[in-house]
């Protein structure tokens, strides 16, 4: 009986203890740890020194920045220079070279026969597809004759196969200004802007290369189909009438001069090709299409 007074005595302290613990508990849970002074303070310099070391870290990078950037711009002067510096000393060896390889020549003739070798063995190289080699070639041909319109051209053309289109520009053009009446080289320009997408170059070049040589027709529609897609539909359709021209009973021509015609609403040029293509090609299959396009046109 006694041994159990102790237990019933530490069992109603417990009980007083909790009953306190329940009645405050609210008034515990309310408690704002943020809000007392102490813990306020320290947050807030927690938030101005990381602000602080964003600044710093902003500003390291800013002065950085400042101190680098002339120094990559000095960098690159100085790789540039070399770049010029090493070519130039290449020119040099070359013309060296080149003068050294001239003045071993015993005749003219000599020299020519190993140009016109080289040449062979830059068209061979470019047969077995080893372009590498036929461009080497081609440049030593050259190193030999600096105005050799051949190796030039075999060049630019090489380029331009390798949609190497900057490279095939530079040759054709130095090519150009060695020849301007080079037909082949102002053919190849032209080829190569309209490769590029360069329109108004490419009608440009054909255009020379017509007045070269007037006796390629097929160059007066490829020019009218250009300065069609450049909106120039008259100037188009005159080109086709100087194709008509020359040859009056091709099919393909007269066919390219309708639909221009119906394109510019010219009925009475549309119904004159109409009527020759019917006579020349009476089975051609755009016919009815094309009777009924010419007739919707005004007169």
């Known amino acids: ?11 109603l302290s417990l009980g007083v203890m909790i009953g306190v613990i329940v009645r405050k508990f609210p008034q515990l849970s309310l408690l704002d740890v943020d809000s007392i002074p102490e813990v306020k303070i320290e947050k807030q310099k927690d938030v ?5 070391a964003e600044e710093n870290v902003k500003k390291t990078a800013e002065n950085t920045k400042k101190i680098i950037t002339p120094l990559i711009k000095i960098w690159k002067n100085l790789q540039l220079s070399f770049r010029k ?12 070279e080149q003068k050294k390889k001239e003045e071993s020549y015993e005749s003219p003739r000599e020299k020519q026969l190993d ?42 053309s090489l380029y331009l ?15 150009y200004k060695i020849n301007p009446n080079n037909n082949k080289c102002l053919y190849k ?24 040589d007037d006796s390629q027709l097929k160059l007066f529609i490829k020019i009218a189909d250009l300065l069609l897609d450049l909106g120039e539909k ?13 040859e009056p009973e091709n099919p393909k021509y007269l066919d390219k001069m309708i639909e221009i015609s119906v394109l510019c609403s010219n009925k ?16 051609n299959q755009k016919l009815s299409d094309f009777k009924i396009r010419i007739d919707s046109l005004e007169d």
Do not use: T
């Not at 510096?85 to 060296?96: C, D, R, S, W």
């Open 48 to 52: 101005y020194l990381r602000r602080r």
């Open 234 to 246: 008259e100037s188009s359709l005159e080109a086709v009438r100087q194709a008509v021209k020359a």
């Open 115 to 156: 140009i016109e070798a080289l040449l062979g063995e830059a068209s061979r190289f470019i047969e077995e597809e080893d372009f590498e080699k036929a461009e080497e070639k081609f440049i030593s041909a050259i190193r030999l004759d600096a105005k050799n319109e051949e190796a030039y051209f075999g060049l630019g």
């Open 1 to 11: 009986m006694f041994n159990l007074i102790p237990f019933i005595l530490v069992l």
């Open 161 to 175: 196969s390798q949609k190497q289109y900057n490279e095939a520009e530079e040759s054709l053009q130095f090519l």
């Open 268 to 283: 009475k040029l549309a119904n004159e090709a109409y009527q020759k293509l019917r006579m020349v090609n009476p089975d």
């Open 189 to 212: 320009l032209a080829e190569l802007y309209e490769e590029k997408g360069d329109k108004n170059k490419a009608v440009e070049f054909y255009e020379k290369s017509l007045l070269e």
């Open 85 to 96: 510096y090493v070519g130039k000393i290449k020119n040099i060896v070359l013309e060296h």
